[in-house]
């Protein structure tokens, strides 16, 4: 059967990904479907090793091919930061993403504007046998001083898109699974999926 497990614990990105990859005629499963508890640590110098560990890990603890994603946000007047750090940017122990975000709007306001970011995303696919594969995907943007809009999770609220004139957060469903860095990195690797499950595109053989 086509099963594919969406290797991660956070529920923002499972909805997302569940949405992202829907179409592709794969059976999505959660860690929670399955009962399977991993806590990988991520520990790796890059986005894409992140992923890997992770996608490894749980296809791994499954038996079940994985898809896996590291992503952050990385601002330009500051060095890249807080880049693989986005999901721990923070002196508080347990923060919360609102906390992260009132850290990072603190370590810009002495930074001349406009603050100029990107989302950076990279997707992992791993097999129990050992095989990996790897998509990436960007969003271009900048960071504003006040939040704006209710959906999506992290620092959406504060990443706006000029030419929009909206707001990660502000985005409809359909708008960020067009332009998001996470759908972009989804796209590239829906091929990749129909190659490994021997799918034709929204289609279950």
Same mark, same amino acid.
């Given at each position: 059967?086509?099963?594919?497990?969406?290797?991660?614990?956070?529920?923002?990105?499972?909805?997302?990904?569940? +949405?992202?990859?829907?179409?592709? #005629? /794969?059976?999505?499963?959660?860690?929670?479907?399955?009962?399977?508890?991993?806590?990988?640590?991520?520990?790796?110098?890059?986005?894409?090793?992140? $992923?890997? =560990?992770? $996608? &490894? %890990?749980?296809?791994? %603890?499954?038996?079940?091919?994985?898809?896996?994603?590291?992503?952050?946000?990385?601002?330009?007047?500051?060095?890249?930061?807080?880049?693989?750090?986005? $999901?721990? @940017?923070?002196?508080?122990?347990?923060?919360?993403?609102?906390?992260?975000?009132? @850290?990072?709007?603190?370590?810009?306001? +002495? =930074?001349?504007?406009?603050?100029?970011?990107?989302?950076? $995303?990279?997707?992992? &696919?791993?097999?129990?046998?050992?095989?990996? @594969?790897?998509?990436?995907?960007?969003?271009?943007?900048? /960071?504003?001083?006040?939040?704006?809009? #209710? #959906?999506?999770?992290? @620092?959406?609220? /504060?990443?706006?898109?000029?030419?929009?004139?909206?707001?990660? %957060?502000?985005?409809?469903? +359909?708008? =960020?699974?067009?332009?998001?860095?996470?759908?972009?990195?989804?796209?590239?690797?829906?091929?990749?999926?129909?190659?490994?499950? +021997?799918?034709?595109?929204?289609?279950? =053989?």
């Amino acid at each position: 059967m086509n099963k594919l497990l969406i290797a991660t614990n956070n529920k923002g990105k499972v909805k997302e990904l569940e +949405d992202l990859l829907k179409d592709t #005629g /794969i059976d999505l499963l959660t860690p929670a479907q399955i009962n399977l508890e991993l806590d990988v640590l991520e520990d790796g110098h890059t986005y894409a090793e992140n $992923a890997t =560990k992770k $996608a &490894i %890990a749980f296809a791994r %603890a499954s038996g079940l091919i994985s898809l896996a994603d590291d992503s952050g946000l990385e601002v330009a007047v500051l060095d890249g930061a807080p880049g693989l750090y986005s $999901a721990r @940017y923070s002196p508080k122990p347990n923060a919360s993403d609102r906390d992260r975000r009132i @850290y990072l709007l603190q370590n810009l306001q +002495d =930074k001349s504007r406009p603050w100029r970011a990107r989302f950076h $995303a990279t997707i992992a &696919i791993a097999i129990p046998n050992g095989e990996i @594969y790897l998509t990436e995907g960007f969003c271009e943007g900048e /960071i504003i001083p006040g939040e704006r809009g #209710g #959906g999506g999770f992290g @620092y959406d609220p /504060i990443f706006l898109l000029p030419e929009l004139g909206k707001t990660m %957060a502000e985005l409809s469903i +359909d708008e =960020k699974n067009r332009l998001s860095h996470r759908a972009k990195a989804a796209i590239n690797a829906k091929p990749i999926l129909h190659q490994i499950f +021997d799918l034709s595109v929204g289609e279950s =053989k």
